[in-house]
């Protein structure tokens, strides 16, 4: 018959995945017989335990530690079935296969990371941003501030990464003074009329602040507006804020001719007994100039602008993303390799002639993503399997993109491709006004009897057909329907300077000529 301090030897001796757990009361301590026994068994070698010297004898002694003192009752948690940094490979005799659930267990890690919803802890580039958005929901909190606000940025330049972050690292502090805050969701691209969005607005504050219904049943976008309204009177909401997300903002504004949704809204916020803020999300720079005049003299809308990210920038952000946490020997190399896959000469050539015409961040996402998904499962991906996952996932090019553009669309975003060429800064832009006069002044010059001339109002045309087609990208706000304004709005190109000038003065695309000869004298 096998006595219960036998039964603790074996337990500790071997530990497995199936181990219950071993409960006893509280009334019972530990013989000093039974604590050296222990004592013993942590100290055997190597064959039947661990060793003194053994890297892990202290963490497992850390284990029994409460039974030696008899401080508190003897409870052994179960013990995973992946190995952690604690656990080693050699235990109780048996081979643990450490390697590949490490290689796994990480590899699981670093795709969650590089998940859409993963809310990173550093935004690289973004810090100002990101301040600007925290200070606006803040005083919507604590200075009873109802504020608008719309994030305005090209697809990928981290828009509702650093919405996610401001709202988690608010709750975290809101949570440590006892309080807390409604968050209402709504996707222009989900929801398709102001009926349904107005539903889901209701829907949503009544169950986060567990609001009862009173028998109210979602019928029209009015009675859902009226019932809103009056719990907002009532007081129901006094000690908690509500953050309305506007995802995809420009879609509510254009849906509707009147924009009863967004009339309504911006009405609420004017409502003293409720602390309100509106948050749109739009890529479109003209989101503000869409909306009617009545809603503009209602509430001034504060614009905060996300450009592109610059590479080093996007850089630090995938580095980050595939990096782990932890102080583990596996962790640190793991952290040690991932960055000099990304120091890489042969990587970053690759790498940054095809983020200098997506400029998307989420382009590296997913490249990062295909790498893990398709590398061998024993070992983490190296330099070469980067490499060729960039060489697949480059479809688009300039060349390709260019093809189907006119005469004069070529010379426009030529002249553009020029002006940045000779600037060689990612953080110049230029506009319409001056890639004309570039043209311009080259056709004045020239003498060439080929050479084509064309007026300012088509060449504006053009150049708004550029940018609807995805070439050219505004960084900064202004109203998309007014020539005069339209002209001197800063754009950016979404392709390399470099890589357009040379479709043009090798022929690749289907170009006159003489553009071919002025892309040529330029670059001399």
Known sequence: MKTRSGRLRKRIGKPSGSQKRIKLSKKSTTSKKTAEIIRKNANKSPSKGLSKSSPHASECRVLVAPVLEGRSPLKLNKIPSTPHTWLPRTLGGKECKKELRSVEERRERILKQ????HVPDKL?????????????????????????????????????????KVLRDLKHELVLQGKSFIEVYISGQVVTTDTQA?????????????VELDGHKFKSFSENLEFLRSALRAGKFESMPIFFILDDFDLFASRSRRQTLLYNLCDLLQEYTAQLALVGLTTRFD????????IRSRITYRVIVFPPPLWESAKQAITNALTLQGGSEDVKAHNKAMKAIFNDRTLQKHLRATYSRVKNLEWLQMVATFVLSTADKENMPGVNDFVEAVKTLDCDSPQERLKDCTSIQITIITALGLLEQKVDDENTHFNFAQAFDLYHRHVSKTTSEFCQKFSMESCLESFKELHEVGLLSFTEAGDATNPVNLRFRKVSLNFAPRLILDCVKNKKVLCPSWLQQWVRNASI
């Open 114 to 117: 590089l998940s859409r919803h």
């Open 124 to 164: 690289p580039g973004l810090e100002s941003q990101e301040k600007l958005v925290m200070n606006l929901l803040k005083n919507t909190i604590s200075s009873c501030q109802n504020n608008a606000a719309l994030l305005m940025g090209p697809h990928g330049c981290g828009k509702s990464a650093t919405l996610r």
């Open 198 to 210: 107005m539903e889901s607005i209701v829907s949503q504050v009544c169950l986060e602040n567990e």
């Open 287 to 294: 989101a503000y100039e869409l909306l009617e005049k009545r």
